[in-house]
Nanobody, 127 residues
Framework: QVQLVESGGGSVQAGGSLRLSCQAFGYLYSSNCITWFRQAPGKEREGVAA????????LYADSVKGRFTISQDNAKNTVYLQMVSLKPEDTAMYYC????????????????????WGQGTQVTVSS
């Protein structure tokens, strides 16, 4: 059974940093697209960064380019989201999700592309 477990959320002041982790269990970790999403109250779920575990290729939403970095540790079946220069508008519940195969260039940020989700970790950025 596929399971994703997020951790690393918390509360920081604007300009601060956090690193989120998403550890995968129960499936063949290689050759999958793993994506970080976020959802703020009253807003739609937004894809922020994706990585294809087969070759480390990455995709980012424009809103986080230059501030967020997605990476992986194959030995730990874990994907990370390093977030720097955080802004109050980054406040949201952050989820990781995965689907078999490469990240789709056009639809990678759509929640409908993913079958498996973690439970989420809260990030709060105060001004």
């Amino acid at each position: 059974q596929v399971q994703l477990v997020e951790s690393g959320g918390g509360s920081v002041q604007a300009g601060g940093s956090l690193r989120l982790s998403c550890q995968a269990f129960g499936y063949l970790y290689s050759s999958n697209c793993i994506t970080w999403f976020r959802q703020a109250p009253g807003k739609e779920r937004e894809g922020v960064a994706a990585i294809y575990t087969g070759d480390d290729s990455t995709l980012y939403a424009d809103s986080v380019k230059g501030r967020f970095t997605i990476s992986q540790d194959n030995a730990k079946n874990t994907v990370y989201l390093q977030m720097v220069s955080l802004k109050p508008e980054d406040t949201a519940m952050y989820y990781c999700a995965t689907e078999y195969g490469r990240c789709e260039i056009v639809t990678w940020s759509s929640e409908y592309d993913y079958s498996y989700w973690g439970q989420g970790t809260q990030v709060t950025v105060s001004s």
